[in-house]
Structure formats: structure tokens, C-alpha cells
């Protein structure tokens, strides 16, 4: 991951912009959650890019999540992301959302299970397991209800992700916790994950889309209309 990298990171509330340069990360930064993230993000990355002395083509590739997460900001940051991709002709890696989250697990952690919301008493859930080569996912991302993905849980299994903090009632007591702080993807982990992700072909470049598992919200009311 050698060169000049733009980290975009749009699941959130707060969309997380970075820039990686000699395979670390060396700018971050939150925008604003009370303003979209199609407003900002494009001035942000030009900051970035002027800052560094550089123009768009001198970018070597772009990491973006790809979730799950917010379907609105989700969609903004892979719009972004194919866009720049293509005009510049860089590389463009997505980083499954959760594989950064596990990432952010304590080192005393020998698994984790990642939940995030999917409303309608849902969660969406995948278990990672630690191997020598860093953390891998034991089974496929999947949306259950909630009280489904509890028994999963017991018996010490540690729980990250941003749906923690949304169901923690209803979690079992004896869980261990991943802290509030790493529950969040951040941009170093995104990056962290991306070299073991191949670059999307140009097909695939065009093909992206946010991994959701279902229609927005908008299309599931349809649906039910």
C-alpha cells in the first residue's frame, strides 16, 4: 500500500475522510454529522490533495467501505470513490465495513462478533475470528432479529460494532464488550484491512454497490405499500 491513498468512510452518522502515504495513514478527519456528507466530501478531499502538493491523477488508489451502514452515506462515499476511480484511472479497494470494526478489537480477543442496526428489531451480524495473518470473517454478514443472534453471544463471546450500544439491554451480561470508542470503523483500520482485498477490476469499479443485504428504507416501505 505504497504511494498516495484517499480513505473514504461513509457507513457512519459522520462520514471519515483520510490519507495514506508510504503505507500509513497520515491526515484523518470527521466531518461535520450534523451536515451531508455529499456536501463535504468533495471539498475535504481537495483540501487533502492541496495539502499534500498533489492533484487527483497523483492518487496511487482509494480504500472505501462498503458496508453495511448508512444506505444515504454508504451510497455517497462509493459514488465518490467509482468517480474519482475512474476519471483518474487509480485503484479503488472496498473494505467490508465490519472487517474494519474487528479490526479494532483488544489483542485479548480471539474472536468477535460485529453487530450493527438494521432496525425493525434487526441487527445485521458476522463473526470474526484472529489468525496469524489477521482477523477473518468465520461466516457470512447476515440479518437476524435480535433475539436470534443472542444465544451467539453467551457464554463470553466478545460484541463490537455500533449496534452494541443500541441493543446493550438485551445483550447477554457475560460478553465482554469491545470499548465504545473502537466499536466505530476509523480510517487507519480501513487501511490496515485493505491490503488483504484485491483492487476491483473496472467491471467491478462499475458493478459496486453498498452491501446492505436489502432495499433502502425507502424501498422496503414500498415493498409494504
Not at 45 to 51: E, M, P, Q, R
Amino acid at each position: 500500500m505504497d504511494g498516495n491513498w484517499l480513505v473514504l468512510e461513509t457507513s457512519g452518522r459522520a462520514a471519515k475522510l483520510g490519507f495514506a502515504r508510504g503505507g500509513a495513514v497520515t491526515r484523518a478527519v470527521a466531518l461535520d454529522d450534523a451536515r451531508r456528507h455529499a456536501r463535504d466530501l468533495a471539498s475535504t478531499v481537495d483540501g487533502f490533495l492541496k495539502a499534500e502538493g498533489l492533484v487527483p491523477r497523483d492518487l496511487t488508489g482509494i480504500v472505501v467501505s462498503r458496508g453495511p451502514g448508512s444506505y444515504t452515506g454508504l451510497r455517497v462515499g462509493l459514488i465518490s470513490a467509482k468517480a474519482l476511480a475512474y476519471a483518474t484511472g487509480c485503484a479503488l479497494v472496498a473494505v467490508d465495513t465490519f472487517a474494519a470494526v474487528a479490526e479494532q478489537a483488544p489483542a485479548e480477543a480471539p474472536g468477535v462478533w460485529v453487530i450493527a442496526d438494521a432496525l425493525q428489531g434487526q441487527v445485521y451480524a458476522q463473526r470474526f475470528d484472529r489468525t496469524a495473518t489477521g482477523w477473518v470473517p468465520f461466516a457470512e454478514l447476515r440479518i437476524v432479529a435480535v433475539d436470534e443472534c443472542v444465544p451467539w453471544l453467551a457464554g463470553g463471546a466478545w460484541v463490537s460494532g455500533p449496534g452494541v450500544k443500541v441493543y446493550a439491554e438485551r445483550l447477554p451480561t457475560d460478553c465482554p464488550r469491545v470499548a465504545e470508542a473502537d466499536r466505530e470503523p476509523r480510517v487507519e483500520s480501513l487501511f490496515a484491512v485493505a491490503p488483504r482485498v484485491p483492487p476491483l477490476t473496472r467491471e467491478e469499479v462499475f458493478a459496486l454497490e453498498p452491501l446492505y443485504l436489502r432495499g433502502s428504507s425507502a424501498e422496503e416501505n414500498a415493498k409494504s405499500v
